[in-house]
């Protein structure tokens, strides 16, 4: 008996090294690798004689593969070597096995969209469709926008797939590249600068001395080095090996058919059993409080993260105005990146997505991540008209609900003039020194 009471000891003591299963953790911490899901929900009746006449929109590219190899990662060289140098514990061994997994999961797919991700756009032609289908009467005109990333490309192939399958006759489409009304964010030299200094701001640091993150970052490489090597790793190469760990553990999601399809099974790929429930929800955290500092409203809603969106905005009211004038495109549809998302969101003043805060520890009460730029988010503005009568209402979509305006009358939600909201934002244009027919191209560089 007093044998089994010792082993029973050792076994709890051992028990404790180990991280409690992350297996039946919620997944918010998932973040902007959050897969989307069709909304369930009503929406407000049209107003009575009004009916979808277009559609203007931009999303999201869809789940997608990493956007670098898995071998040029500091933690598959660093694995590595400690592989090498018999310096991995057991739980690094496993974890060295699948991340090799991964790697042959990933090579030749990198930058594009998964199976999840074809399917998420499919349903949102699909469903863009059933709900607006007085917009693609006959054969329909599409203008697609498209950035420089093949994701954005197939992204909008798997969206036309889902459009078309509900059509009697496909669309007639004409794609062109946009990266300056799409990718803005890499065309604006202060933006770059804004992002450095974000990454060593005192609101980063705050939150990652709140959450305990160098101690964080110290238990999980104990957890799978030992010895002489475990010393010799610095905080920096810490930090950068549990930020590619949870980046695997985070692309998973978007990879289920692939998984299976090179002939693994979801344990081959569980990057999750290494870590505790509460050691995700800190990395997710941090992960969001970078996006909503960077691409969101962050402390400043007139901050550069938020302004660095204008050209889009000129670019939606551009295509707005001119279908009212000419009705050459049913609709105007572009694929891009979460970094278009989200200060767009912000700069059109979605009640759910433009709220800046000098608080960062209480970030969450104000912008959600996985509500705002999970894979395949979108926007979208609908416009409806009476049949021979002038005016158009617009009603404004986040991911495919109805979102409030901030600025707006509220008891106009959620169908609002557009004489009313485009007032609003070319005046917003204006505040910034710009009009319509700028060059964003020129804005962009000179962005202070």
Known sequence: MKMKKIILFAFLLNAGTLPASAQNCSDAYLGTKTLYKAPAYTYTPVPAGYKPVFINHVGRHGARHLTKDVNTTLAYHLLQQADSANALSAQGKKLWQMVIALQKIEKGSVKFISAEGKNELKGIGERMYANYNNVFKGKPNLDIAVTKEIRTKQSADAFLGGLNSKMQDSAAVSFYNDDTDLRFYDLSPAYKDFEDEVAKCAFKSALKKSEGYTALNKTIAARFFTGDFLSKLDESTKEKFTDDVFGFLTIVYSLKYEVAQNGYTPADTDFNQFFTCAELQKLGKLDDADNYLVKGPGTNNDGIQV???APLLADFIKASDEFIKTG???ARLRFAHAETIAPFAAILQIAAADKATTNIMEFEKKWQTSKIIELSSNIQWIFYKRTGKPDCLVKVLL???????????????????????RALYVNKLQKMGLSLGDDMGAYLSNLK
Do not use: Q, T
């Not at 979102?403 to 609002?416: C, E, R």
């Open 328 to 330: 050459k495109y049913n």
């Open 399 to 421: 991911n495919e609900k109805e979102a409030h305006i901030d600025g707006l009358n509220k008891a106009s939600f959620p169908y609002y003039k557009w004489s009313d909201l």
């Open 307 to 309: 302004r660095i969106a």
